[in-house]
């Protein structure tokens, strides 16, 4: 079994921390971001608001912490991302924790190392939403229920009410469903019928219940209270019963207006690239168990477990049930999957299993990394040009994963093939990919630009297209920088000295009515949450971007 050294997590902190210098992404992770900065501002925790309008969608927890940690660290990256990139270092541990009871020391920690590592953490940790919170508060309350299990300590209840308490303040009830679906299937499996049927449940129920009283209080003060409040174009809407129900359940009974045509399979595509390498170990894996649980006519033995394979493919046809689906909504059972193959791993080092089929992967996971170390290659020498340092640091990078994947005696190398490989390679993502591809976001961009500025708010309008009052706008990011609320108007302001946020069509506007005007700044504009083949291609980029401008009338 390979020793991971404590020093390697510490590495991986430091990669994950290093995304904070990445802006936030339009649309969403840019949107709550203003939101918690208008938090911050006004004071008002229990009550949401996106630039002034009624916001309901998600709960309040992202936006508590997130406020919070502007007041500290100002308005800014570290301020709005420090706290989630926390709560995915709580993840790490926390399923650390869990592999360590249910397996022993060496599989935790590769449990760990294997979710850090997955292509889907490093986005979390650049792309801040939800999603990294929630998946913390999971795998913790999962832990301290075992903890309980075995040991009996009230600390470890109050842990797990809490965790599942706040994980349903950060994303809804999945984050009480989840630990059901790994208890309720390990239990059944087991028939321990005392477990489930424990009264003791009820109590645990009413306490999380209680923690949940001030955020609802919130939502009944904002709209059960307000019926004549139009909230997604629609009157008469329930805070609580579109929390409790519609925006978890609504969507699989039909009930939710939100559908994007996902079926069942729209997650595991997605899988394919989010837990990345891991992700054909995992399907191995979950064979193996499957099979080995039908032979075992659906009981478990001695020294198995089932919480996380069970809870995981629950938590998967829950979410897959769905109307619809993003790629993110797994990601809450990450840390599950994790484990998994951590077991699969233990049983090749230490046990010495299935051996034809660990000579057949071993290779094939070298494989998957060398093709993207050649795919990173591509993306610093033609996509995103990043000069002789970048090829520099490359050079360097795949000379020392050559060194561990080609060095004799290393114990569990399959493991750290794959793990340095990630490592490696999402220093180019995160800081010759995103960064460059974020200079193609007009909000940051240009919000960062009018941050400085001494000119008032209302002196400032976003013209004709550039709306940044509707929802999934790409603009998201723009009062966050600019730290100011920026009006829309779709008509042009008589007044001299006032500056204009348009595209090409306004400026044909302003030339067309004989308005004079300065261009102070001006750039391309692309939506980077939606990459092109046209925009990837640096040939025919400039036929994917609009060029947007700030002009300051005469």
């Not at 729209?266 to 064979?287: E, T």
């Not at 102070?520 to 939506?527: A, D, L, M, P, T």
Request: charged share 15%.
């Amino acid at each position: 079994m390979p020793k991971i050294p404590f020093w390697v997590f510490i590495l991986l902190a430091l990669l994950h921390l290093s995304a904070i210098r990445i802006d936030t992404m339009d649309v969403d992770a840019s949107q709550y971001a203003e939101m918690s900065r208008e938090m911050m501002l006004n004071g008002d925790h229990l009550h949401l608001y996106d630039r002034g309008a009624e916001y309901l969608d998600k709960p309040p927890f992202l936006f508590w912490v997130s406020s919070a940690s502007m007041k500290v660290f100002g308005v800014n990256n570290l301020g709005y991302k420090l706290p989630s990139i926390l709560f995915a270092f709580l993840a790490m541990y926390a399923t650390y924790r869990l592999a360590k009871l249910l397996y022993n020391e060496a599989t935790g920690r590769m449990a760990a190392l294997i979710l850090g590592t997955c292509q889907g953490m490093f986005l979390m940790t650049n792309d801040i939403r939800c999603d990294t919170i929630l998946m913390a508060w999971v795998i913790t309350a999962i832990w301290a229920i075992k903890e309980c299990e075995i040991k009996r300590r009230r600390q470890f209840v109050a842990l797990g009410v809490l965790s599942i308490a706040c994980g349903m303040m950060t994303k809804g009830p999945i984050a009480l469903m989840v630990p059901a679906f790994c208890f309720g299937s390990d239990w059944v499996l087991k028939r321990k019928w005392k477990n489930i049927f424990n009264p003791w449940h009820l109590l645990d129920l009413l306490l999380i219940a209680i923690l949940l009283i001030p955020m609802s209080i919130g939502l009944y003060q904002q709209f059960d209270m307000h019926p004549e409040k139009t909230v997604n174009g629609l009157q008469h809407v329930s805070g609580l019963r579109f929390f409790y129900w519609s925006q978890s359940f609504g969507r699989i009974t039909g009930e939710s207006p939100w559908q994007n045509g996902a079926d069942i399979s729209f997650l595991l595509v997605n899988m394919l690239w989010s837990f990345l390498p891991w992700i054909f170990l995992l399907l191995i894996a979950l064979a193996i168990n499957i099979s080995t649980l039908i032979k075992q006519k659906f009981r478990l033995q001695d020294g198995q477990e089932w919480i996380t394979t069970g809870g995981f493919l629950l938590a998967y046809l829950s979410l897959g049930s769905s109307r619809y689906q993003l790629p993110h909504y797994i990601f809450v059972a990450f840390p599950l999957a994790a484990i998994i193959v951590a077991k699969l791993l233990k049983d090749f080092f230490e046990a010495e299993k299935y051996k034809r089929l660990y000579t057949i992967i071993k290779p094939a996971m070298g494989i998957i990394i060398l093709l993207l170390f050649f795919a990173i290659l591509v993306l610093i020498t033609y996509i995103f040009p990043s000069g002789i340092f970048a090829i520099v640091i490359w050079i360097l990078s795949f000379a020392a994963w050559l060194y561990i994947a080609f060095k004799k005696n290393i114990p569990g190398k399959m493991l750290w093939v794959a793990a340095s490989g990630m490592m490696f390679l999402n220093i180019f993502v995160t800081h010759f990919f995103y960064a460059p591809l974020l200079q193609y976001q007009m909000g940051s961009q240009l919000g960062r630009f009018i941050n400085p500025g001494s000119n008032p708010a209302d002196k400032i309008i976003a013209y004709r297209e550039l709306t940044v009052y509707k929802v999934g706008d790409p603009l998201n990011s723009l009062p966050f920088y600019a730290e100011r609320v920026i009006k829309s108007s779709d008509s042009l302001p008589n007044a001299s000295n006032t500056y204009i946020i348009t595209m090409d069509d306004g400026i044909a506007d302003l030339q067309q009515k004989g308005c004079a005007f300065d261009i102070v700044k001006k750039g391309e504009r692309f939506k980077v949450s939606e990459l092109t083949p046209e925009f990837i291609n640096p040939k025919t980029r400039s036929k994917a971007v609009n060029n947007y401008y700030l002009v300051k009338l005469k």
